[in-house]
């Protein structure tokens, strides 16, 4: 059994931070890229940033330098660091990631439950 829980949502100000984390746990071997994806109703998810296993990192275009992913050194936790947040930012956050369970055996996409994110004054 693979979980990812995510963490850290919640009701901030417009030019507010917040920051989300998501522990991955159960049978893993290894992981490999971890993302955040954001979503509101009615609208596709659409993917956040973006941070391999070997650091590298990938964001949307509308958020660069305002959002920033990192790992833990483990790298089975992953954060994603908001700042300046905007009522536009407000969603759903997912995190998702490719997890090996076994040595030899290939990656399966993992998603968690999802944090709410509201930007409001």
């Known amino acids: 059994q693979v979980q990812l829980v995510e963490s850290g949502g919640g009701l901030v100000q417009p030019g507010g931070s917040l920051r989300l984390s998501c522990a991955a746990s159960?049978?893993?071997?290894?992981?490999?890229?971890m993302r955040w994806y954001r979503q509101n109703p009615g609208k596709e998810r659409e993917l956040v940033a973006s941070i391999d296993s070997d650091s590298s990192t990938k964001y949307a275009d509308s958020l660069k330098g305002r959002f920033t992913i990192s790992r833990d050194n483990a790298k089975t936790t992953v954060y994603l660091q908001m700042n300046s947040l905007k009522p536009e930012d407000t969603a759903v956050y997912y995190c998702?990631?490719?997890?090996?369970?076994?040595?030899?055996?290939?990656?399966?996409?993992?998603w968690g439950q999802g944090t709410q994110v509201t930007v409001s004054s």
């Open positions: 998702n990631a490719d997890i090996r369970r076994r040595i030899g055996s290939p990656y399966f996409n993992f």
């Open positions: 159960g049978s893993i071997f290894d992981i490999n890229a």
